[in-house]
């Protein structure tokens, strides 16, 4: 057994999940599919979205995968930097926010 | 960036035989990855057969003004290797008593074989052949005066432009093909536009090739060359006519930059993985021969460089021998699934 959590090969090995629960593995594969497919959103609107989420679920996996996409894709790696970047503001306005609960908390309880 | 092709350098990889050793063991030869007859066979594929020729493809020298990070060929300045005339009045006798429809001039950079213009002329005045393709680097057009009027010459001799530019902004490119490459490639592009090519009503092709700059594979062939259009139209005002994606190959230069940076193995894996076997079926071997400098035949330009001859008694164009070529059994090895990955890839694009 490997003493790293994260190893690359791995990814390679996704499908294998289907292998303790066919029928919810292939579920999973199969909506996966559907969702990436051209749509109202385009496959590359898709692509940069993933990897802007890819970013904030802090997916290694996901990253790598993205980015490989992004290339394949032609998409330009300022859009790719630009996407990261949207993901970041969301995490850190989602910390930032809670700067207001801190400060009702602090008002309710200060003099 | 190298300046030398690896032959020069004396690299390794200027071994044919290493370059095979390489694609056939590791993890072809641990089971890891099926070997390209495997997958054939797994797919129940018969191995791949010769269809009716339809394309010569003529590799005239491997010279060339560039010496670009990715190239199958090992070109550059240093390689001497050119086609003497009679070779090429040996191909010409081919053309003349065979149905080619289309002959293919590769190189190198194939302008700069001395006899490059008398060979396309003689093609047109002495053979019925309908399509001259020549796969011009661009740049060469503006490498030297002698070279300026090329544009013209094409156009004369309704020649079929296919050129090599690897993305649309200068970073890339120039990564790709050498420093100053993207803007000498987009001057030559706007000189082809002014004499008609890819232009609309003109019946002058233009196309053009995009590879991968990395190790990755192409993606979609259409949504890559309405980028291009909107892009080299808006910011340089250049029309052409299509673009091809075509995958890099693991051999030569590309196999020494997949090994360098210890992207070999997850790139093999992505071609395996990517295998369409739709796009087995339509390979351009199928219906291509290339020719060598020296004149022997080979199933394609990359066997070519991997010095794999075709399976046949008469290997050499002063031989040629139509049917019997056709009852040939194609060479194959690993680097075989960069044509069969995806889309499928050849030297007019996506196959499948």
């Known amino acids: 057994m490997k003493k790293e959590y994260y190893n690359p090969e791995d990814l390679k090995k996704f499908s294998s999940i289907s292998e303790w629960n066919k029928e919810l593995g292939d579920k999973f594969f199969d909506y996966y599919s559907s969702v990436f497919k051209e749509g109202h959103l385009t496959a590359r609107e898709k692509s940069l979205i993933a990897l802007a989420v890819s970013h904030v679920v802090h997916c290694p996996y996901c990253i ?24 970041a503001a969301i995490k850190s306005g989602a910390v930032l926010v809670h700067g207001v609960q801190m400060m009702n908390r602090h008002d309710q309880l200060s003099m | 960036m190298a ?27 641990n089971g890891q990855l099926p070997t390209f007859k495997q997958k054939l066979k797994e797919h129940a594929l018969p191995s791949i057969q010769p269809k009716k020729l339809s394309i010569l493809q003529i590799n005239i020298g491997y010279m060339c003004n560039q010496v670009c990070a990715h190239c199958h060929v090992d070109a550059g300045p240093d390689r001497k290797e050119m086609m003497s005339r009679t070779t090429m009045e040996e191909c010409i006798a081919v053309m003349e008593t065979n149905e080619i429809e289309t002959i293919d001039l590769t190189g190198g950079a194939p302008e700069m074989h001395p006899e490059f213009r008398w060979f396309v002329e003689q093609i047109r005045e002495r053979t019925s052949v309908n399509e001259i393709i020549v796969r011009s680097n661009l740049t060469i057009i503006m490498a030297n005066k002698k070279y300026h009027d090329l544009p013209e010459f094409f156009a004369q001799h309704k020649v079929h432009i296919i050129s090599s530019l690897p993305f649309y902004k200068r970073d890339k490119t120039d990564r790709q093909r050498g420093s100053g490459v993207f803007d000498q490639s987009i001057k030559a592009l706007q000189k082809l536009n002014r004499v008609g090519y890819g232009k609309k009503g003109t019946q002058l092709q233009l196309d053009l090739v995009y590879n991968p700059s ?80 020296e004149g022997y035949l080979f199933d394609c330009d990359f066997n070519q460089m991997l010095e794999l001859k075709v399976a046949s008694k008469h290997s050499h164009i002063r031989d040629f021998n139509a049917i019997e070529l056709e009852q040939r059994k194609i060479q194959l090895s690993q680097h075989c699934y960069g044509c069969t990955a995806g889309a499928g890839s050849s030297c007019q694009g996506s196959i499948a």
């Open chain 2, 3 to 29: 300046t030398k092709s690896l032959k020069a350098q004396q690299s390794e990889l200027s071994n044919t035989q290493r370059q095979l050793e390489i694609l056939s063991n590791g993890i072809f030869k």
């Open chain 2, 214 to 293: 990395g190790a990755f594979l192409p993606g979609d062939q259409m949504a890559l060359e309405n980028d291009f259009k909107k892009a080299l139209r808006e910011d340089f005002g250049i029309e052409f006519n299509h673009l091809f994606t075509i995958t890099n190959l693991p051999i030569s230069r590309f196999l020494d930059y997949l090994i360098a940076s210890e992207n070999f193995e997850e790139y093999m894996h992505a071609l395996v993985d990517a295998f369409n076997p739709a796009a087995a079926k339509n390979v351009m071997c199928t219906n291509t021969l290339s020719v060598s400098w």
């Open chain 1, 64 to 87: 790598d995968a993205y980015t490989k996409d992004g290339l394949e894709r032609g998409i330009e790696k300022e859009k790719m930097m630009e996407a990261v970047h949207v993901g």
